[in-house]
């Protein structure tokens, strides 16, 4: 009696948990009745499926991120850059997405990378490094957000986004960039040394120049100075000399001769002939 | 990772309740007993007091015995703690209905599910380089990006953010903190080559971080991260390891170059001052030697005025004695020889050398002709005046 009642309870049980379902909120779900889809769109929660006939397929509902190896692209210039890209994509539409993929986040990531680099090969074949990688760096992520939502459509996913991570230089590239930054740099630098050399010497040259227009009108002034001197020394000689010049004459002569002959060893050999010598010989002052 | 797993098994309910639990379960154990009782055993479950359970007795009460345990048993499990830096992500068959704040909480289990995620410690990470321990060491394809003009920049960023919505970090997103490492290398490489290498690496370089900032957490909404950054650092900037180098000389020329201009200027302020100064003494001495040229002139001149107002008054007398005076001073000083032979044609032997070694020199004074002031003491010029006046009397008697 009550082994019956066990019994019953387990089998309800068995069957119970074949006909009930859990979407979590992470996840889409598909319901399939012997191959056929039957049902989408599920809401979160607890769903009844008929047990045996009918399956239920289940997929991650989250953000998906495709994250590919980096690939090198030629610019017009034909220089390689490598360019390292994710996309951030949903599944929307899980009928579409089941049926085109399988259900396959791989296979889908597969599709889509295929579309990325389709995309960026031709951006990047249209346009020079600078423009890549300054100018026009946004119009390219959204061209390619476009070009993968043309393809979403019919892997029933939704694109949120499509970003370029790097885009970078080879490593062979990357070197004669690093050398030309180098060279750069030691032309900054000559540059730097240079000009503090140039305005060094001007300053100096600027300085010395001062100093000698600096001495230079200080002498002239200066002698203007002694020449207003000298004038008027002049003119106080000359009034006073002029008062009776055959005197200053004498006056000044004899001064001379004083000057002059102030020495032992200057020697004079003398006549005494001279008015000095009047007395010399003769006490009456006759020749 | 920081948040436990679907259903939070790994902290057992039991060994955390413990003591609190029983008086509460004591009741909810009897009350089920009783239903229980009522339903499948008869009277029997109806007994009150601790009849307890009589495992064996007989099958209905052993029955209904083991289910009521295992009731308890589920009712005790659903029992969790959501720790205070945590909030706890409520699943109801894989539905969001409710996110729960820390503190003790219930929930069927089996039906509902917990997800604990940490929403208040701040996380961490690291771009463009990776701390081991207490080094750190460059992850280059990371850090190395391009800029505008084409150059290469080192950069390497820590990004430090927390949970902002705990329901979106679990539900919405693969994997968000990779998925943030994507945004800042993004976002930062996408800034970088929108601006030249010297703007990042010298004066940009904060507004880079406040630009990458803006760009992260705005690409985070949009992927419903839930994740809220709290600070982006530019650890560092700086040109790649090959060009450190040129770059550091680049550094050192602008040193040099303001060395040099330094030391110019230092020359410059010390000679022209130092002409000034020089200028200024060469005003001076000439200035100096323009009052006493004067000045002597002035004197020269009334010494000479004075004497010829003298001489005025006997000029002849005056001016002889001016001139034995004159010749005497000059004959007085000097080395002479007399030479009295008037048209001999002898030759007279003049030891000159001899004549310049026999007498010292005697170097005198400034003596002119004068008011006979070689004669006396010095005197006032008045004083001299009528000493000659009396002297000329003398001599003319």
Redesign the interface.
Known sequence: M?RAYIIGIVVLAVIGALSVF??????VALKLRLGRIEQVGY????HFKWPLVENVLKF?A????L?ADPQLYLTVEKKNVIVDS?V?WLVQDVERFYTSTGGSVLRANDRLQAVVVKQLRDAFGSRT??QV??GE??EIMDQLVLALKRQADELGVAI??A???????PERV??S??DR???E??E??????S???E??????A???K???V??A???R??????G???G???E??A???S??AE??A??RS??S????????????????NS??FRYF?DAQGKR | MAWNQPGGNGKDPWGNRGSQGPPDLDEVLKKLQAKLGRMFGGRRGGIPGGGGFRFGAG??IG?GAILIAAIALWALSGIYIIDPPEQGVV??????VRTVDPGPHWRPRFIEDVIKVNVQTIRNQDIGFRRQAASVSSVP?EA?????D???VDLQFNVQYRVKDASNF??????PE??LK??T??AV??IV???T?DFVLTEGRAQVAAEAETMIQE?LD???TGLQLTTVNMQDAQ??D??Q???L??I???E??????N???A??AD??P???G???A??Q???A??????A???G???R??K??DE??KA?AVT?ER??????E???A????????V?GGNSLIY?P?DK??GS??????ED???GAGRDRSVPQTSRDDAARTRSGLRERTR
Request: proline share 3%; hydrophobic share 40%; net charge neutral.
């Open positions: 009550n859990i979407v979590d909120e992470r996840e809401e979160p929660g607890l991650d989250r953000i998906q991120n994250d994710f951030k490094i600078q990688v300054s760096r946004a949120i986004d970003r370029m991570k790097r885009v970078d230089l990357s070197q960039v690093f930054m180098s060279a740099r030691k900054v630098a000559k540059r730097f040394r000009e503090g050399e305005r060094g010497r001007r300053i100096r600027d300085a010395d001062q100093r000698e600096i001495l009108e200080s002498e002034d200066a002698q203007k100075i002694r207003d001197g000298d008027r020394a002049t106080v000689f009034n006073a000399f008062k009776d005197f200053y004498l006056y004899l001064n001769y004083k000057n002059t002959f102030n020495n032992s060893s200057d020697i004079l050999l003398l006549e005494p008015q000095f010989k | 099958g209905a029955f699943l109801r068959f894989g539905k969001l394809h190395l990006m391009l800029t505008e084409e150059n290469i679990v539900l919405e997103v693969v994997d990779i998925t994507q945004a290398e993004s490489r996408e080559g929108r601006n290498m690409i949009r992927y419903r040109p790649p090959p060009v180098e040129a770059f000389d680049a050192r020329a602008r040099d170059q303001e060395r040099i201009i030391e110019a200027n020359y410059k000679i022209v130092k002409a000034r020089e200028g200024a060469i005003l001495r000439a200035e030697y323009r009052q006493r040229i004067i002597e002139a002035e020269e001149t009334d000479f005025l004497v010829l001489y005025r000029p001016r001016l001139y034995i005076e004159a010749m001073s000059v004959l000083k000097s080395s002479k020889v007399m030479v009295d008037r003049l000159i004549l310049l007498r010292p020199g005697s170097a005198d003596s002119e002709i």
